[in-house]
């Protein structure tokens, strides 16, 4: 989860392919405006929707866009579905995380995997008539890759040495190396595919070839789009367009929805979950995610460099009650970012704690009783605060004092976060193990030397390992060793992964949760 005042709370200054799930923290100055100016002028606004509503969805968002420039964005929420509505990518994801076609409608790799031909749909067209070519996925896949550019996205295309059109309809990406994931990273939000004759007026009139027009983005207030006709897919979108309000405080979205102003609530935290599962107006649509939570047990500090105090804290963690306390019931325990979910999940790691064990632990590391220490959590999500107050209490067992010090979240992005001993964190899952763990716990990794600055030879061998092979069996068996040893000698006490789930109007029909977190508007239709 995790997914900065604009910059740190949606997550602009973050670094690395995983993304900070903001969402769950909603920090913006415009929730001080709006508690400034009143809610009057929101409810007006709600209510002028309410009227206007007709075959248009309206989505309520916490957060704002950081970007509307695809390649650029990190915040999650909004930015992805409106990405989702406005552009394509290459390849897509079910909610079973499989890769399915998008832009491509087919794809080769080679035995080595060192080679992938993606071959495009013909016919498709931008919003403004031009022709889908080979030439904008190779001009979209070279921005990506510059460093200019800043994309979350260029570290896992490092991999990549060459892309380049065929034909007008086919594209050829060389790899440096095999990497078994490339169809699954052409997938991901970062990647949409733009023209660039375009690029020049991406972030104020954004083109794409996807099921919606952009019509405009309010800053701070809401996103516009109207349908595509033109669309390639046949029958889709059902819906004339949507409007996706910013609403920063959940309990006027959820009053919104009661009073037929709102038709859909995105990622509702757990405290506002059976409040809407109660109502007469609208259900709750929950689904298991990838997105975690843990306590952060940095190695580039004492008393963390041991691997016997991360040990004895890591024993320390009681996973389902913790998770009970921290998400009331709305999350799974797990060991690792990969989730409980997924079939290489090892539920035989998840233990109960072992008090005794950890205090011998801790012992031979030479930490005695009354030992002290600060957790820092950032304000926000409440459930990260609930989940420091338990491991506080589990702690008194072993004699360890921890003190929570709560902190302005922007402050904790970018003065504390990876320069702190001990913290608690949350960040989105991604939807193959390699791009979950990878750049986590491999030495080279861009978040684990962000974050917790791990180290372990085995470790990193096992991933290289993993992500260069395409036997699922093997993948399954080297990605279970790595969980067994992360499990006891990992820089992260990881807890559990949170349910993602939205309000939504009972006027709204056929809509289903997303383990990715994103709201698929595309196949929709509204009732009265």
């Not at 248009?56 to 950081?66: E, F, K, N, S």
């Not at 919003?127 to 030439?135: P, S, V």
């Amino acid at each position: 989860m995790s997914f900065a005042s604009l910059l740190r709370v949606w997550g602009i200054n973050k670094r690395g392919f995983a993304m900070r799930n903001l969402t769950l923290r909603p920090r913006l100055t415009r929730r001080t405006a709006l508690a400034a100016a009143g809610a009057t002028a929101l409810s007006a606004a709600l209510s002028s929707a309410r009227a206007a509503a007709g075959n248009t969805i309206r989505v309520a968002y916490p957060v704002p866009v950081g970007s509307l420039d695809p390649a650029k964005m990190r915040t999650g929420g909004l930015e992805y579905n409106y990405a989702h509505c406005v552009f394509n990518r290459l390849t897509a994801q079910n909610n079973k995380l499989e890769v399915m076609p998008d832009l491509a409608h087919s794809w080769d790799v080679t035995e080595d995997l060192k080679t992938y031909t993606f071959h495009l749909r013909p016919g498709v067209k931008f919003h403004n008539g031009k022709q889908l070519e080979a030439a904008d996925v190779v001009f979209t896949y070279k921005r990506l890759m510059e460093k200019e550019t800043a994309s979350v996205l260029r570290a896992a295309l490092s991999v990549v040495s060459n892309v380049e059109a065929v034909d007008p309809l086919t594209v050829r990406f060389t790899l440096s190396s095999p990497y078994t994931d490339l169809a699954a990273v052409t997938a991901q939000y970062q990647a949409q595919i733009l023209s660039e004759s375009i690029i020049d007026t991406i972030t104020t009139k954004p083109i794409g070839t996807g099921p919606f027009r952009f019509v405009e983005y309010r800053p701070g207030d809401r996103l516009v789009v109207e349908k595509n006709p033109d669309y390639f897919v046949p029958g889709s979108p059902k819906i004339d367009g949507a409007v996706m309000h910013i609403i920063p405080e959940y309990t006027t979205a959820v009053a919104g929805m009661e009073n037929g102003e709102l038709d859909l609530i995105y990622d509702l935290p757990p405290e506002q979950i059976d409040k809407v599962k109660k109502s007469k107006v609208s259900r709750v649509e929950e689904v298991a995610c990838g997105s975690w939570e843990g306590i952060i047990l940095n190695d580039a500090f004492k008393p963390f460099t041991d691997p016997r105090v991360r040990e004895a804290f890591i024993k320390t963690i009681d996973r389902q009650k913790f998770t009970d306390i921290a998400m009331f019931g709305h999350g799974l325990p797990t060991v690792t970012p990969i989730p409980p979910t997924h079939p290489y999940f090892r539920k035989d790691l998840l233990a109960p704690p072992d008090i005794a064990g950890a205090k011998k632990l801790l012992a031979e590391a030479g930490i005695g009783s009354d030992f002290p220490i600060e957790m820092i959590i950032a304000t926000g999500s409440p459930w990260e605060e609930r989940l420091g107050v338990a491991f506080r209490d589990a702690a008194k067992q072993l004699g360890v004092k921890v003190t929570l010090r709560i902190v302005p979240g922007d402050k904790f992005d970018t003065e504390m976060e990876g320069k702190i001993p001990f913290s608690v964190d949350g960040f989105f899952g991604r939807p193959t193990p390699d791009m979950m763990v990878y750049s986590w716990y491999h030495s080279t990794g861009s978040w684990n030397n962000t974050l917790w600055h791990y180290s372990n030879p085995e470790v990193d061998k096992i991933l290289d390992t993993a992500r260069a092979t395409a036997d699922k069996e093997e993948q399954k068996r080297l990605y279970g060793r790595f969980q067994e040893i992360v499990a006891k000698d990992g820089p992260c006490c990881m807890v559990f992964v949170r349910n993602f789930a939205c309000g939504v109007s009972k006027r709204v029909q056929d809509f289903t949760g997303s383990p990715q977190m994103w709201v698929d508007i595309n196949n929709v239709s509204l009732g009265t």
